[in-house]
């Protein structure tokens, strides 16, 4: 069967196939053409090849920069500040946990009525951030240290206090309309 279906295929196909030798000089235009794509293909190539060197180039000032970054011996603001007073690392890592777990917990009381006052807290936490960092600035240029140390911890108890009254006020807004819904149930 499958036989046939050959010999049906040739016999449909016969007379159509091309059994003439090609014109005089085929194979020397055909090399030609083959050599001048050679050509092209090198310069092109060579129009190129100067992205190898730049990418290696730059891979290399790349891990210099990053290198350099990381071995250098500029310690952090914090670093700063632990050293001119070892208990305020301590007293910034308990406030900053404290202050983190309360940011947690707003968020997570978010809702249509109290979105507008989580929002202006976030600023008002943000604002003390920046007083803060201003405090640590101003510590490390060796400002009264005695003084500064004591508004950097107002800073914190500040921004906790204005968690805790927010937290509160939401407390008070959910209060509110569970009365509400209460009133109306009835």
């Keep these: 069967m499958k036989e046939d279906k050959f010999n049906q295929l040739f016999d449909k196909l ?12 085929h194979q020397q235009r055909f090399l030609q053409k083959l050599e001048s794509s050679k050509d092209i293909a090198a310069t092109t190539t060579k129009k190129t090849s100067w992205w190898k060197p730049l990418s290696i180039a730059a891979s290399i000032a790349l891990l210099v920069a990053v290198g350099f970054n990381t071995f250098s011996n500029q310690p952090t603001i914090e670093e700063q500040v632990a050293e001119i007073s070892p208990e305020i690392s301590n007293t910034q890592f308990y406030f900053a946990s404290l202050i983190e777990e309360q940011v947690k917990e707003l968020e997570s009381e978010s809702t249509p009525e109290t979105k507008e006052i989580i929002s202006d807290t976030m600023i008002q936490l943000k604002q003390l951030e920046a007083s803060y960092m201003d405090l640590e600035q101003e510590l490390i240029k060796g400002g009264n240290s005695k003084l500064i140390l004591s508004a950097m911890i107002r800073n914190f108890q500040t921004r906790i206090a204005l968690l805790q009254d927010v937290l509160d006020q939401i407390e008070t807004i959910k209060t509110i309309k569970e009365f509400s819904n209460e009133n109306n149930i009835i």
Excluded at 16 to 25: C, H, K, L, Q, V
């Design 14 to 25: 016969q007379g159509s196939f091309d059994t003439e030798e090609p014109f005089a000089g």
